[in-house]
């Protein structure tokens, strides 16, 4: 088999009458300044002492109170009447037409819930 020999132009040098002459670059001159300082200086600040912490009955009675404030309305993942809820919970999957079962009871609880039947 006969290698195909491909055929290379060489790129002659360039004519002297075809370069160009450019001038030198622009020089920049730097005109003599002071020295910059380039330290940065942070004010001092004294450390802030903390606050005094609340006494524990304070903290006790706020959180108390939280936790009264919240109803089973508004999270329906709070536990109630754990009999009620599992007779409404096996009343939602007859109705809805699934076997009430480990897998499926959570969501029989949840919809008992949003159907306000417990």
Do not use: W
């Not at 020089?27 to 609340?54: F, G, Q, W």
């Not at 037409?97 to 008992?112: E, K, P, Q, V, Y």
């Amino acid at each position: 088999m006969a290698r195909s020999r491909s055929t290379r132009t060489e790129n002659p040098a360039p004519a002297e009458s075809d370069l160009q002459v450019t001038p030198e670059e622009a020089k920049i001159e730097v005109k003599s300044t002071a020295p910059v300082d380039l330290e940065v200086e942070t004010p001092s600040a004294e450390p802030e002492k903390a606050s005094k912490a609340p006494v524990p009955e304070k903290i006790q009675t706020d959180v108390r109170e939280k936790l009264a404030k919240k109803s089973t309305e508004e999270n329906v993942f709070v536990p109630t009447n754990p009999v009620a809820l599992e007779k409404a919970a096996e009343s939602v999957a007859k109705e809805q037409g699934f076997d009430f079962n480990r897998g499926t009871s959570i969501g029989a609880r949840l919809m008992a819930r949003a159907q306000k039947k417990v």
